[in-house]
């Protein structure tokens, strides 16, 4: 089978970047980040969160191809921010949501156990 190897999905080979960082050449405050190793369900939730920001003017994401195991997000800030800021912003904002779901999550599990 043509098919790669399983892993490959997910384990980012030695000496690649987990995420790298390109400038828009044409665009003032606009950059691509290339995230490895990762699909829709990161670039979806992230390209969200990116939109729930003011400075914000676009944030998009793409798969380059199927077996191509990044995304490719896009952003484009107003001049107030730079699109680093609303990247780090984002991600520590994510981080801070799903904690939060995390601790909710458990807290109900133990509630719930200690009723069985």
Same mark, same amino acid.
């Given at each position: ?25 044409? &665009? &003032?405050? @606009? ?8 699909? $829709?369900? &990161? ?7 990116? $939109? ?14 199927? =077996? ?22 984002? &991600? ?8 939060? =779901? ?7 599990? @133990?509630?719930? @156990?200690?009723?069985?």
């Amino acid at each position: 089978m043509n098919a790669p190897d399983r892993y490959e999905r997910f384990v980012v080979p030695e000496g690649t970047k987990k995420v790298s960082y390109e400038r828009d050449t044409k &665009i &003032i405050n @606009a950059a691509t980040f290339t995230i490895e190793r990762e699909d $829709h369900t &990161i670039g979806n939730i992230l390209r969200m969160q990116l $939109h729930s920001d003011e400075n914000v003017l676009f944030a998009g994401y793409k798969l380059p191809h199927p =077996l191509q195991y990044k995304i490719l997000v896009r952003i484009h800030t107003t001049s107030q921010s730079s699109p680093m800021q609303a990247y780090n912003q984002a &991600i520590n904002d994510l981080d801070k949501e799903l904690d939060h =779901l995390k601790n909710a999550f458990e807290n109900e599990v @133990a509630k719930h @156990a200690r009723d069985f």
